[in-house]
């Protein structure tokens, strides 16, 4: 095994064949590897455990590449295939921890011998297990098979229909009227008189915050809240009951139950309460924030009953440039794309100590920028940037693993999949940017790690978030903006204009913070109610957890993505978030304070999931996390 990046095939062909073989090696690897664990009894513990160190490096790298495949080739055929290998890879990875035989060669094995390294990963190992179902009877052991099987079917057919569910809508030309002259002319008048807009984000941000025309925003917010919907409706229903039933039969409650015990929250109950506490913190401000929106909202429209989700983005923007002198069009004029990309990667080079050189090497799309990231001339790891929307493209903003960084043997390599515009961005995007890249830095610098189960952002779900949240407050300083972002003219953002944006942006942060509880509460209760309708219950939680209402009578439950991966857990977010505004009292002198910066990058980052998160924050902190400098936050401290 060498220690050097991935190579990409060149051609379609070569394409099809990276799709189909590369898994198939990995696959056959992996049963040589348990049929050795399972007949040589004479193996030591420290030599099985090398064993399944080995079969985990080659699952995780063909499933990081297929997940990445299937999201993101520009060839649909190649997709499929790809999309078929990570069901065949998932299923193996299930039967493995319900493989009896597999279990015999660590069940009865003690710690005694074993250093910090392989006691946690033995810990681990014994925990999986258990809650693959290894212990079952016969016939619940099938079931739980199946029901995982399927899980991963589901999950990618959801997937699938959100990542090709992209809709059109027509609007009057009139309607663009508040959207800035380059948006406007990139979006001719056909024939008719009308313009198309697409729920693509280059088309949906804009739209949402900039458009006057109510209409406008409405058509629109509908179309993306109906991404997905129908197919996903059967496809919804039918994974909560598989997840339900899995979850049954391994012993929890519900599926809450299982996902949180191995993350730092530690069960189904404790997402409930620290919802709760979100809504105690919140509500105060978020009461005191609604009425100043619907009394805005109504100076345009007269007869408005309610603040809806349609008007939040661009009454917020409206208030804030009448009340707080921030003109989100004159902001976004000095965030050309490119300037941005340049900038997060200096940023964060000078932050973390690294480089990024740029590489000319084959990937699945010409979108595509690769750089290897680079330390005292060494090379420790390559990133991909696939940035803009295109068909059959996983449409949101996410960071990919493509490599799991074993130190010595496998380089950490990871991809963004995001879709931000060509040319100028919303200052929303460069804090989207800023935040996966942190998920990129995290997955390389954590990357030098023994096992492979500890590798990049392998730590518990809900923490994981941190380090990008924390990320995020780079792009809010004035310095750090001022070194790369430059306008039609070549200046540099004001720092009064930073400073206004902070102010201004501490304004509706309760109601964001609402809105993130509808999401969550979403996540959590349709898992654990499993409601028979789907469509009236989310709207009733979407409503009752926030005073911004939904649009009535829509589907957003089926484009919600992260109901596959994040499960009954989107309150991780904000847990996370915690965490994250926390952190940041590290960096008491400056975010760019290089001895803060060495400190989180050596305590956080580069430990990987090598030790548990709280021991991590402990770590960098100096004592345990808390909720202090959150609440602060949402006071707008």
């Not at 991935?6 to 049963?31: K, N, Q």
């Not at 499993?530 to 957890?545: C, F, G, H, I, V």
């Not at 005073?547 to 009954?568: R, W």
């Not at 940041?584 to 989180?600: E, H």
Request: proline share 5%.
């Amino acid at each position: 095994m060498t220690f050097e990046p991935l190579a990409f095939p060149a051609d379609a062909s070569g394409w099809t064949a990276f799709a189909t073989d590369r898994p198939a090696e990995a696959l056959a690897r992996v049963h040589d590897i348990d049929a050795r664990l399972k007949s040589e009894p004479a193996l030591s513990i420290q030599d099985r455990l090398e064993l399944w160190n080995d079969a985990d490096i080659a699952l995780r790298g063909a499933l990081s590449e297929a997940y990445v495949v299937s999201e993101a080739h520009s060839d649909a055929a190649v997709r499929e295939i790809a999309e078929g290998q990570v069901q065949r890879i998932e299923s193996l990875s299930a039967a493995r921890l319900l493989d009896r035989e597999l279990w015999d060669a660590f069940a009865e094995s003690s710690t005694e011998g074993l250093d910090a390294d392989q006691a946690r990963l033995l810990a681990h190992l014994l925990r999986d297990f258990r809650r693959g179902g290894v212990q079952l009877a016969d016939a619940d052991r099938e079931r739980v098979r199946e029901l995982a099987d399927r899980d991963t079917e589901l999950s990618l057919t959801f997937s699938r229909n959100v990542r090709d569910g992209r809709r059109e809508v027509t609007v009057p030309a009139a309607g663009l009227a508040g959207l800035p002259q380059d948006f406007i002319d990139a979006h001719p008048v056909d024939e008719h008189g009308d313009v198309t807009l697409s729920t693509d984000y280059p088309d949906l941000m804009p739209v949402r915050e900039y458009a006057k025309d109510r209409a406008t925003r409405v058509a629109i917010i509908a179309a993306y809240n109906d991404m997905a919907w129908p197919d996903n409706e059967p496809v919804l229903a039918e994974l909560l009951a598989v997840r339900a039933e899995r979850a049954a039969l391994l012993g929890y409650e519900d599926w809450a139950d299982y996902e949180t015990e191995t993350r730092m929250i530690g069960s189904g109950a404790e997402i409930r309460a620290f919802l709760a506490r979100l809504d105690e913190a919140s509500a105060p401000a978020a009461e005191a924030e609604y009425p100043l929106l619907l009394e805005r909202l109504r100076r345009d429209v007269p007869d408005a009953e309610s603040v809806t989700i349609a008007d939040f983005w661009h009454v917020l923007s409206t208030l804030k440039s009448e009340e707080y002198d921030v003109d989100a069009q004159l902001v976004r004029s000095y965030f050309p794309f490119e300037r941005v990309v340049s900038g997060v990667l200096d940023v964060t080079g000078r932050l973390l100590d690294v480089g990024y050189e740029p590489v000319d090497v084959p990937t699945w799309h010409a979108d595509v920028r690769s750089y290897d990231v680079v330390r005292d001339g060494a090379r420790i790891g390559r990133i991909h940037l696939d940035l803009h929307p295109r068909d059959g493209k996983f449409s949101h903003a996410a960071c990919f693993p493509l490599a799991p960084g074993v130190t010595g043997r496998v380089m950490p390599e990871a991809a963004l999949l995001c879709n931000f515009s060509r040319g100028l961005l919303e200052h929303d995007e460069v804090v989207t940017f800023f935040h996966e890249f942190g998920h990129l830095v995290h997955d390389i610098l954590g990357g030098a790690q023994r096992f492979a189960s500890f590798s990049g952002v392998a730590t518990e779900w809900d923490f994981v978030e941190a380090p990008s949240q924390l990320l995020e407050e780079w792009a809010w300083d004035a310095d750090v903006l001022a070194s790369f972002t430059a306008n039609a003219e070549g200046e540099p953002i004001p720092a009064d204009l930073v400073a206004r944006m902070r102010t201004a942006d501490a304004f509706g942060r309760a109601l964001e913070v609402r809105r993130q509880l509808g999401h969550a509460n979403v996540s959590y209760h349709l898992h654990v109610d499993r409601p028979a309708d789907l469509q009236a219950e989310t709207e009733r939680l979407y409503a009752t957890s926030s005073p911004v209402q939904p649009l009535p009578g829509l589907h957003p439950y089926a484009g919600f993505g992260h109901l596959t991966g994040y499960g009954a857990c989107y309150y991780t977010y904000q847990w996370s978030l915690v965490i994250a505004r926390d952190l940041l009292t590290g960096f008491s002198n400056g975010l760019m304070d290089p001895q803060a910066a060495s400190r989180y990058r050596t305590e956080v980052l580069e430990r990987g999931g090598s030790r548990d998160a709280t021991e991590l924050v402990e770590a960098f902190l100096g004592r345990p996390t808390a909720f202090a400098a959150y609440r602060e936050w949402l006071a707008g401290e």
